[in-house]
Every structure is written in C-alpha cells, then in structure tokens.
C-alpha cells in the first residue's frame, strides 16, 4: 500500500526551568514584562506531525512518501528519517525560510511558554500532489493532517482529481481554521481523526452534528487517552478498543501520532478497524513511554507482547507476521 503522509515537519525545542513563572512576574507590570529564566535542561527533539507518522510508518516496512516544506537546516532529519523507512524525495526545501520550529520552557508547576515558528510550513501551499502519485505509481491513500491551512485544503481537492482516498486529520489546526476550511476537509474522506475534544470542535465549527459528519466521512476514528479509542462507520456498529496501559514515565507528545501510524499500518496490511485499532494504541503507548515523538528503540517482540497482553493472544498472532520483524533500534543519522 503506497501511503504518502502531508503535513508539518518541525523540530521541538523543550526547555525546563526550575523555578516558578508566577514567582517572576510582578503585580501591576504585566504591561511591560521583560524576562529571562536561566534552564537547567534543553532537550531537542525531531518532530512534525507528518514525520512522526511517517517515521512509524516507516519503522512498520511501509515505506511511506512524506510530503512537507522544510529549510535547508533539515539535512541531518532527513538522513535520519531516510534510514529508518521514510521516502523523502518529496519533501519541499525553502530557499530563505528555516525548517518549523517550537520552542517551549516548562516550569516546576508544569505551566508553559512557548512559541511556535511555523517558517518554512507556509511553502506547503505551493506542493502538488500529482508528481507525488506519479513518482509513486500511483498512490494508495494520502494522509492530510496538520500543516499550513491552504495546503490541507488543496491537497483534499488535489485527491479528488486524481480519485486517491484521503485520511483526514486536521488536530490542532482545528482552532485556527475556518467553517469553509474544515468543511472541504471533510469532503468524503476515507478516515476522520481526532481526539474527543477535537470531535466536539469540528462540530461547532462545521456546524454538522455528529451523524452529518459521519454521511461525509467513512470511519471516523476517535481517540481517548487512557479510555482506549472509539471507532464509527455510518450503518455499522461502532468498534471501542481499551488502550494499553502504560507502565513506566508518561509522555504524551506523539502519541496520537503514533497511534495513526499503527493503525493505518495495519489497515494497509488487510486488517480491520478492530485490529487497527489495537496495533495503534499499542504503539502510542511505546512512544507514550518515551522522551521524544521518535523513539530510538522499537522492538517487534515488545510490541506483540503490549498487543498480547491487552488484547490476546489470537491478536497478538495474527499481527506476528508483520510486527515481529522489526528491529530494536532505529538507525541513528550521520
């Protein structure tokens, strides 16, 4: 199945300093607020919506087509996503605009300041997605989630050209987009995303109840932290997965993203919603046990045992012929 995954690739800046915001802002000068706090950590990770599910992809054997804006500054992400599974000769290289950025300095109270530079994201919009089927041999689905808001929008009309299904995942760019935005996003896509806030936010701003959405889209997939996922299909029962539980340090970023690339790995095999569903969360919570969106260990054997433990041993075996094969680490760039 040849899936090509659009959308942000970024690198996250994650700082912690350990005192308290609250104690550094002074009462009736928050007119004119000029800080500095001295960290004692700064953990650089790679990340982006569209290379974290690819990267999962990847890792699974898909081989998958990613499809972004970067900067010149993405060479040493691009060896490292290239190594481990992920077909980058579609990526978009600005010229003058650096590679997506988020800086973020956490506080021993867990309150956050951060900014996020979108840079090279905004060339997204100039992307076609025909050379891309092409280079491809035509694809099978296309994966649009969060990215510059034009690019969603015209790589959604550019899969109706060219009669390519679409999973649709707009995530946070729900917020910032608007009605007419979110309601070509949802024309008939083979997979609707999001979490369970995300499902009441694309409500209010399509204005569609829930069973109007579900006419336009083929199988809306719900995911809900630690209550597992919920998974509906207009005339069929709905599938709810439990999660897996984790068991060690709790991470949460990336986790939905992973949880996207297990699923749609295991769709891609001929599997369906029910064990898609369990490869997903079995692979969020991996990523929801590790620092970063990326995880430099994935062990085949460790998955089916997450998989096994929650869900069975009939699961766990059907999935061995796939997820058994994959090797502990990932291979480390340059």
């Known amino acids: 199945m040849r899936i090509a995954v659009t959308g942000s690739i970024a690198t996250d800046h994650l700082m912690v300093f350990p005192g308290r915001f609250t104690e550094q802002l002074i009462a009736g000068s928050l007119d004119k607020v000029s800080l500095s706090f001295l960290v004692e950590e700064l953990q650089i990770r790679r990340g982006g919506v569209a290379a974290n599910i690819a990267f999962g992809l990847g890792r699974l054997g898909l081989g998958p087509y990613l499809v972004g804006a970067v900067g010149t500054d993405f060479a040493d992400y691009e060896v490292w996503l290239k190594e481990n599974g992920v077909d980058t000769g579609s990526v978009h290289i600005s010229e003058s605009l650096h590679t997506a950025r988020f800086v973020c300095t956490s506080d021993a109270d867990h309150n ?17 997605l025909r050379p891309v089927h092409e280079r491809a041999g035509g694809l099978d ?15 959604t009309r550019e899969c109706a050209d060219l009669a390519v299904p679409f999973a ?27 979490n369970e806030y995300e499902s009441v936010l694309i409500q209010e701003k399509t204005g569609w109840t829930e069973q ?19 998974v ?5 029962h709905t599938v709810d997965v439990p999660s897996v539980p984790p068991t060690g340090t709790i991470e949460p970023t990336g986790a939905g993203d992973a949880f996207r690339a297990g699923f749609l790995a295991a769709t891609a095999w001929g599997f369906g919603l029910k064990r898609a569903a369990q490869l997903g969360s079995a692979l969020a919570t991996t990523v929801l046990e590790t620092t970063g969106t990326q995880p430099d260990q994935l062990n085949g054997a460790d998955l089916l045992a997450r998989v096994r433990g929650t869900y069975g041993t009939q699961a766990a075996g059907q999935l061995a012929r796939y997820v058994a094969p994959v090797a502990r680490h990932a291979v480390a760039a340059g």
Do not use: C, K
């Open 112 to 128: 956050q300041i951060g900014s996020f530079y979108a840079g090279a994201m905004s060339e997204a919009r100039t992307i076609e």
């Open 141 to 155: 689905l296309v994966v649009i989630s969060p990215n510059d808001p034009e690019a969603m929008v015209r790589h």
């Open 212 to 230: 109007q959405i579900l006419g336009r889209v083929g199988t809306w997939v719900t995911t809900r932290g630690a209550d597992g996922v919920h």
């Open 168 to 194: 649709a995942d707009p995530s946070q760019q729900l917020a910032f987009m608007g009605r007419e935005e979110v309601r070509e996003l949802l024309a008939h896509p083979a997979y609707l995303f999001t």
């Open 232 to 236: 509906e299909r207009a005339g069929l």
